[in-house]
């Protein structure tokens, strides 16, 4: 009989030292943090260059990289390298499902007018991004009709990555995405029609729907996508004639909705056999790696309307592309009545940035906006702490966030003032009650030091001020709450017990410093925990 002892103990052996240079990795990594070497959305050293410079082979410092992943330190990005993600000590936030439906009523005129003054900060922030290159300035003519061929080919061939079936030929751009949507909206829908919008969604969408005359009803998504009996129990008892999806990147969140939730919306949508818009602006902005599913995807029959594009501050650099589905026989009238075309220089960019291979291409672009991001979440946890947390971001252009305590009147002007180009008021984004305690943060913005230094000056007077008996004028004064309530019956019951005054104050301080622990652990934990199963199975199965 063979003796194994001596070669289980020898594997021990490896197994430990094997450990142990892998935890060598490590060591370095968070020694490089420790010592601000490495930031949040810098590049890690790729895995030849620091095999040299540890000395350890090729397998060990990619197995140390597998363990920083799995732990979430860093992330690998396709075809771009190994990035450092930020890590957050404050519980991140969560966005909820709503559990009922809004109608958008008598907000017409305020709504549209606030969009437009939040524009710059729903579309990026770079200055040299898109821009045309010397070579091509000498033409800026508008091309009649859909554009050059050459180009709907290169947008056809980008749509195809992400597994959305179309053809060229029934391809249109243009330098509005909100001139399609609002053709889409005034050829597919009459005033007075119904419309079921899910939000939190890009605010021009509500707005343009509201301005052209149309009954908005929305319906709230979270983090795992939007109540779907809701959203079929709404189908059945509204007379609604038109859906829009904001894309899986539209949402503030930048959830990446489950496959399962987009299913189920395709066999929703072919029983009704309404119309469909997705408006999907961000596609390119993925933060994680792996094929991008939309709604369009998966749209066999083709009922969307699929509206998409890349967005910048230069208006002449804004470019979108449309499919229209089955509907083109209606809508190519209303996109060639609405002159919506590109200049040869627009439509050269538009080529250019969808080409992988592209110095401006819209991947490299993803990875320098995540970058950002990340070195803006460590940035606003360093100086905020507990006063905000921020939802989980897998894409998108915005970072949201949850204040700790809500914007008041009198605040909220100020910051939209100087600030319009970086934020966007979560009254703007969801109808939901809570919605005053949420921003949507443009991770395109280079600096936001003096916006969070206004909102750090905001946070802290608001707490100091909550804590002080004498009311201040520059305070928005609030009615009284529920838990307020139940503290004067406390008190009330106590005196019909026959308690002497000073036991009756006595026990009022300590129902106040009670109180006064609660609210700072809401501050801390401002969402409740859940079941993510429950969460699952109310969602996606119903």
């Not at 991004?129 to 947008?155: F, M």
């Not at 602006?281 to 969307?304: E, V």
């Not at 009670?514 to 199963?533: C, G, H, I, V």
Request: charged content about 25%; overall charge negative; aromatic content about 6%.
């Amino acid at each position: 009989m063979i003796d194994n002892s001596y070669k289980q103990i020898s594997l021990r052996r490896y197994k430990a030292v094997a450990d142990f240079l892998y935890k060598g990795v490590v060591d370095w990594f968070l020694e490089q943090v420790s010592q601000d070497v490495l930031s949040p959305g810098d590049k890690m050293p790729s895995l030849r260059a620091l095999s040299k410079q540890l000395e350890l082979s090729l397998n060990t410092v990619i197995h140390g990289y597998e363990l920083l992943v799995k732990d979430g330190w860093i992330e690998s990005r396709p075809k771009s390298g190994y990035f450092v993600c930020h890590r957050s000590d404050v519980k991140p936030a969560l966005l909820l499902a709503g559990e009922s439906q809004y109608v958008l009523e008598g907000q017409e005129t305020k709504s549209a007018w606030a969009c437009l003054a939040h524009h710059g900060a729903l579309v990026d922030q770079a200055s040299g991004y898109g821009q045309a290159s010397a070579k091509q300035e000498d033409s800026a003519l508008p091309v009649l009709g859909k554009g050059h061929l050459a180009v709907r080919e290169v947008v056809n061939d980008y749509l195809k990555d992400m597994g959305i079936k179309s053809r060229a030929s029934q391809l249109w751009l243009g330098r509005s995405p909100l001139a399609m949507l609002t053709q889409s909206i005034q050829t597919l829908t009459e005033k007075g029609d119904s419309v079921l919008v899910i939000t939190p969604c890009d605010p021009r969408l509500t707005s343009t729907l509201q301005s052209l005359g149309r009954r908005v009803i929305t319906i709230t998504a979270g983090d795992r996508g939007v109540d779907l009996d809701l959203a079929i129990r709404c189908l059945r008892e509204e007379p609604i004639r038109l859906i829009v999806l904001p894309g899986q990147f539209s949402f503030p969140t930048g959830q990446l909705i489950s496959n399962l939730s987009l299913r189920r919306w395709l066999a929703i949508i072919e029983e009704t056999q309404l119309p469909v818009i997705e408006w999907d602006l961000c596609s390119h902005l993925a933060y994680r790696s792996g094929p991008l599913l939309t709604y369009k995807s998966l749209d066999q029959s083709d009922h969307i309307v699929y509206i998409g594009g890349v967005e910048n501050k230069a208006s002449e650099m804004t470019m979108a592309w449309c499919l229209p589905g089955r509907h083109h026989e209606l809508l190519d009238g209303a996109f060639l009545a609405a002159d919506m075309a590109l200049n040869d220089v627009q439509q050269a960019c538009l080529s250019d940035m969808l080409k992988i291979n592209s110095k401006a291409s819209v991947m490299r672009r993803a990875r320098d906006v995540w970058a950002n991001s990340e070195r803006l979440k460590a940035y606003l946890d360093e100086q905020l702490g507990d006063q905000i947390s921020l939802v989980t971001s897998k894409g998108g252009m915005a970072l949201w966030m949850r204040l700790a305590k809500p914007v008041n009147k009198e605040t909220m002007p100020t910051l939209i003032a100087s600030f319009r180009h970086a934020i966007v008021p979560g009254d703007l984004l969801s109808p939901e009650q809570d919605a005053a305690h949420w921003l949507a943060l443009n991770v395109t913005v280079a600096d936001v030091e003096p916006l969070v230094s206004r909102l750090k000056d905001y946070l802290l007077v608001s707490d100091l001020a909550s804590s002080e008996v004498v009311s201040d004028t520059n305070v928005e004064t609030t009615p009284a709450t529920p838990q307020e309530a139940l503290d004067k019956e406390d008190l009330s019951t106590a005196d019909l017990v026959e308690a002497t005054d000073d036991q009756a104050s006595e026990h009022a301080e300590v129902k106040t410093s009670q109180n006064k622990s609660a609210e700072d652990e809401e501050r801390k934990t401002p969402e409740p925990l859940y079941n993510p199963m429950l969460d699952l199975i109310n969602h996606d199965f119903g």
